[in-house]
Each structure stands twice: as C-alpha cells, then as structure tokens.
Nanobody
Framework: VQLQASGGGLVQAGGSLRLSCVASESTFSSYTVAWFRQPPGKEREFVAAMKARGFGTSYAEAMRGRFTISRDNAKNTVFLQMNSLKPEDTAVYYC????????????????????WGQGTEVTVSS
C-alpha cells in the first residue's frame, strides 16, 4: 500500500493542525495505522496509533489529550488532529501502516510497520 501524508504547515503555539494520510488500498480498514514524528536533529518517535477497524488507540504520553488519531475507512484515510501545539511539536510527521495485528504494547515500535508515507512538515512558532 502507498501512503500519502499531507496537512503540515506553519502554525503559532497554541494553534491546531489536522494531518491526513490517504492509503492506496480499499482494504485499509484492516490495517493498523500510526503516526510518528522526527524532530530536527532527533530520532523518530511514536505519536499515536489505532488498531484495525478502530479497535483501540495508543498515544505517546506527551501528546495524550492534545492529539487525536482517527480514521475514515470509506476514504481510506487516517487523521491526526493536533491541538494546543507547542514549539517542541515541530517535526516531520510520518504516517505508517501494517497489515498485521499489533498488540497494544508494540504499537509504538516503528519496526512493526511495513508501510510508510513520505512525511509532512509541521513547524510551531513560539
């Protein structure tokens, strides 16, 4: 499957953005999906994940309560709603997907995802 992420941009601290990731396959509802990010000069880190058919979500602690992952299976799309953005949220955001079921404790491991989008850049100014 091919993933196309979009929605990044420049926003002031406290603002919101919604990222989208469109998949090329109509069976996308059966995929586990996730968002990761890579801040400038740092390693990639987990943001949020959702199991197939919406059966469970997981968030990194720093994003819990501010970010929401959701999906529209009819449009083969996964979203990341980001509110109350902070300068430290500045990063390139990547969507990822896996055909396999992933147990909750493993959702945050990037190696569990076979498919990755190209990334969309988010810059939060102070």
């Amino acid at each position: 499957v091919q993933l196309q992420a979009s929605g990044g941009g420049l926003v002031q601290a406290g603002g919101s953005l919604r990222l989208s990731c469109v998949a090329s396959e109509s069976t996308f509802s059966s995929y586990t999906v996730a968002w990761f990010r890579q801040p400038p000069g740092k390693e990639r880190e987990f943001v949020a994940a959702m199991k197939a058919r919406g059966f469970g979500t997981s968030y990194a602690e720093a994003m819990r309560g501010r970010f929401t992952i959701s999906r529209d299976n009819a449009k083969n799309t996964v979203f990341l709603q980001m509110n109350s953005l902070k300068p430290e949220d500045t990063a390139v955001y990547y969507c990822a997907a896996s055909r396999r079921g992933i147990i909750t404790s493993e959702l945050r491991r990037g190696n569990n995802y076979e498919f990755w989008g190209q990334g969309t850049e988010v810059t939060v100014s102070s």
